[in-house]
């Protein structure tokens, strides 16, 4: 039963995405449903001045619309309709699925230089959970997602939005610090039944950074039973993950990597050293915390990181480069020229209909 969608593309929050935002939602939504709903069609349609992408699937509306919904750019969406004497299909609105919990002020909410647009952010989880085995995870809660680099948490409160558990790691403490205090204050302003506890974090011996973790519920008795969601933060090395979190057990990678250029507030170890070499060092441990089948979604500056050399060192650590070089390229400002690199282990259980995805011309509107 082939079913079509046209979602209303919200408009971009950030000028700089103007150009961008069209070929960037259509290239999300060639992954998402690509991956869920081979055959699935995809293209950008203007339809009484607005910009809508329509979505054809081989799969029942129920199915399709969740999916839809959580496109990081649907606003509004609506099926053709065949009504008798009129020329062309009516538009019938359909309402979003229920997809995101709690409100939306948990991801705008804070703002400062560095911040990962949560926009994009969106469509870096959508990405990364779309590549894994897991994937419909998404959409009962249980996907297990990391953010290794999660500054001030943007992926973090997205994905509690998304009834996810995540888990981050960010090196610097202003940013971990930071994030304990917006949650703890945000909980608390919207009467969330919550525990929560902080501390250092050690290994063997030695202190390595801090901890921070909460578990949320919307009442006492569903937290209490365990049944709530919760965040945990770890206040240290990326490279130190591997001690810290249990082997193959993470279902999807979501990361805004270090530009290699003075990007807002951010100084320190971040910009010490060339993103790629960040990469490097960390593509192993990555890999080790990642199932066989799960999926890795990077946004990268391309003016300090390469397409060729970023493929090359990742397939050096047992991983593979599946997006085209440019396919999600777009210009942030001046210095950042940012892309996303779609990651999986070389021995994903579907790598062959992954890299398949990947190969296609990225203009190209069929998956
Ligand atoms: C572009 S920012 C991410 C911003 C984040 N998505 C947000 O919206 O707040 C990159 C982050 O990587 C962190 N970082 C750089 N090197 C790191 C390392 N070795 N281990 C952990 N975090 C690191 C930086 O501290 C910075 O917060």
Same mark, same amino acid.
């Given at each position: 039963m082939?079913?079509t969608?046209l979602?209303?593309?919200a408009?971009?929050?950030?000028?700089?995405y103007t150009?961008?935002?069209?070929?960037?939602?259509?290239?999300?939504a060639?992954?998402?449903?690509?991956t !869920?709903f *081979?055959?699935a069609v995809? &293209?950008?349609? %203007?339809l009484?001045?607005h910009?809508?992408l329509?979505?054809?699937a081989?799969?029942?509306?129920?199915? +399709?619309l969740?999916?839809?919904?959580l496109l990081?750019?649907?606003?509004a %969406?609506y099926?053709?309709v065949?009504? *008798?004497?009129?020329p062309?299909? =009516?538009l019938? *609105?359909?309402? /979003?699925?229920?997809?995101? &919990?709690?409100s939306?002020?948990?991801e705008?909410? %804070?703002k400062?230089?560095? $911040?990962t647009?949560? #926009?994009?952010t969106a469509?870096?989880?959508? %990405?990364a959970?779309?590549?894994?085995e897991?994937?419909?995870?998404?959409l009962?809660?249980?996907?297990?997602l =990391?953010?290794?680099m999660?500054?001030?948490?943007?992926?973090l409160?997205?994905a509690?939005? /998304?009834?996810?558990?995540?888990?981050?790691?960010?090196?610097?403490r202003?940013?971990?610090?930071?994030? !304990?205090t917006?949650? @703890?204050?945000? =909980?608390?302003?919207?009467?969330?039944?919550?525990?929560?506890?902080?501390?250092? @974090?050690?290994?063997?011996g030695?202190s390595?950074?801090?901890?921070?973790?909460?578990?949320?519920?919307?009442d006492k008795?569903?937290?209490r039973?365990?049944g709530? #969601?919760?965040v945990?933060?770890?206040?240290?090395?990326?490279?130190?993950?591997?001690?810290?979190?249990p082997?193959?057990?993470?279902?999807?990678?979501v990361?805004?990597?270090?530009?290699?250029?003075q990007?807002g507030?951010?100084h320190?170890?971040?910009? #010490?050293r060339?993103?790629?070499?960040?990469?490097?060092?960390?593509a192993p441990?990555?890999?080790?915390?990642?199932?066989?089948g799960?999926?890795m979604?990077l946004?990268?500056?391309r003016?300090?990181a390469?397409?060729a050399e970023?493929?090359a +060192?990742l397939?050096?650590?047992g +991983? #593979?480069?599946?997006?085209?070089?440019?396919a999600?390229r777009?210009?942030?400002?001046?210095a950042?020229?940012?892309?996303? +690199?779609?990651?999986?282990?070389s021995? &994903?259980p579907?790598?062959?209909?992954?890299?398949?995805?990947g190969a296609?011309?990225? $203009?190209?509107?069929?998956?």
């Amino acid at each position: 039963m082939s079913t079509t969608l046209l979602a209303l593309r919200a408009p971009s929050a950030n000028r700089v995405y103007t150009d961008a935002a069209g070929p960037l939602a259509a290239a999300e939504a060639r992954w998402v449903l690509g991956t !869920r709903f *081979p055959g699935a069609v995809v &293209h950008e349609r %203007l339809l009484a001045g607005h910009d809508h992408l329509e979505i054809t699937a081989d799969a029942p509306r129920e199915q +399709l619309l969740p999916v839809v919904s959580l496109l990081s750019s649907t606003m509004a %969406l609506y099926e053709p309709v065949d009504v *008798p004497d009129e020329p062309a299909p =009516l538009l019938r *609105p359909v309402p /979003l699925a229920p997809v995101l &919990h709690h409100s939306s002020d948990l991801e705008t909410t %804070l703002k400062y230089p560095g $911040k990962t647009n949560e #926009q994009f952010t969106a469509l870096l989880i959508n %990405l990364a959970a779309s590549l894994s085995e897991n994937r419909d995870r998404l959409l009962d809660g249980t996907l297990a997602l =990391l953010d290794p680099m999660c500054g001030r948490g943007t992926t973090l409160n997205r994905a509690l939005r /998304l009834g996810l558990s995540p888990t981050g790691a960010d090196l610097d403490r202003r940013d971990t610090d930071a994030y !304990r205090t917006f949650l @703890l204050a945000w =909980l608390r302003q919207h009467r969330l039944r919550h525990t929560s506890e902080a501390g250092r @974090l050690s290994l063997r011996g030695a202190s390595i950074g801090t901890r921070f973790r909460a578990e949320l519920a919307a009442d006492k008795e569903t937290l209490r039973a365990g049944g709530g #969601q919760s965040v945990t933060v770890l206040g240290t090395d990326t490279l130190a993950l591997g001690d810290l979190l249990p082997d193959g057990r993470t279902d999807a990678i979501v990361a805004d990597l270090p530009y290699g250029v003075q990007h807002g507030a951010h100084h320190g170890a971040s910009l #010490q050293r060339s993103p790629l070499e960040v990469l490097r060092a960390a593509a192993p441990v990555w890999r080790r915390l990642m199932r066989p089948g799960a999926g890795m979604a990077l946004a990268v500056n391309r003016r300090t990181a390469d397409h060729a050399e970023a493929s090359a +060192l990742l397939a050096d650590a047992g +991983l #593979q480069l599946l997006s085209a070089d440019g396919a999600f390229r777009h210009r942030v400002d001046q210095a950042i020229d940012r892309d996303v +690199l779609l990651v999986i282990r070389s021995d &994903h259980p579907r790598a062959d209909m992954l890299r398949a995805l990947g190969a296609p011309d990225p $203009k190209d509107s069929h998956v």
